[in-house]
């Protein structure tokens, strides 16, 4: 068992009257990747901006690669790589100065180019490198995401739907880093509404319904026909 990379206890997030996420606890480990299962709505995306320094927590304690977002936001933000669901591109930016700006703002030391040419290569996007992101389809877009997240080898990954729209090439690019992270000995956090592709990517789920936390399963338990009733089950 690892170290926890991420505790978060009695998390509240209301925006004005809505309560997108109602009372969640979550602890991920050090060396290993966690999901975060549920339909549109149940609060994966809202937790996941939460853990990334984008939106701060109403009520509740969350302390990211030991620091507490509240207290130390500039700490925990710095640990993090975070992959958003939607956004976060320049529409006239290419990716590599996407990369330049995002090695320049982590004063990322000399050679991060070399691992930034081996991403976009693994990503297929090595001939897209120089064109800019607006014409890029959605995938194109998610798999850069991924790349920009994963680029200082953070000690905290977090990927909020990294498989949306992705094809089987990006899918194992993706796949490929999760576990490149976890066996450098970071926490990584995959939140997705594809069960099987979950599965593959992670080892332990966390299935949210409604903002609230339902269940926790070993990705052994989700596997299969049996596995996918038991889910089925507990969205219902």
């Not at 320049?90 to 990369?99: F, G, I, M, N």
């Not at 996007?125 to 877009?141: E, Q």
């Amino acid at each position: 068992m690892g170290e926890p990379g991420v505790e978060v206890r009695g998390l509240h997030v209301r925006f004005g009257a809505v309560e997108a996420v109602a009372g969640v606890d979550l602890v991920a480990e050090a060396g290993r990747a966690t999901g975060l299962l549920g339909c549109n709505g149940a609060g994966k995306s809202t937790t996941m901006r939460v853990l990334a320094g984008v939106v701060p927590p109403t009520a509740g304690t969350v302390r990211v690669a030991g620091h507490d977002v509240r207290r130390q936001p500039l700490e925990a933000k710095r640990a993090v790589g975070y992959c958003p669901d939607v956004g976060g591109l320049v529409p006239r930016a290419t990716p590599w100065e996407h990369l330049q700006l995002a090695a320049r703002l982590r004063r990322l030391p000399r050679g991060w180019e070399e691992r930034a040419r081996d991403l976009l290569e693994r990503f297929e996007l090595g001939d897209a490198a120089h064109r800019v992101t607006a014409g890029f389809s959605h995938g194109m877009g998610r798999r850069l995401s991924v790349v920009l997240a994963a680029l200082h080898e953070p000690a905290v990954l977090l990927l909020d739907e990294p498989f949306d729209g992705v094809d089987p090439l990006g899918v194992e690019a993706t796949l490929d880093v999760v576990a490149d992270a976890c066996a450098r000995g970071a926490t990584v956090l995959v939140s997705t509404h594809l069960r099987e592709l979950a599965i593959e990517a992670c080892s332990s789920m966390l299935v949210l319904r409604g903002g609230a936390r339902v269940a926790e399963l070993g990705a052994a338990e989700m596997a299969g026909e049996e596995g996918a009733r038991a889910y089925r089950a507990l969205l219902d």
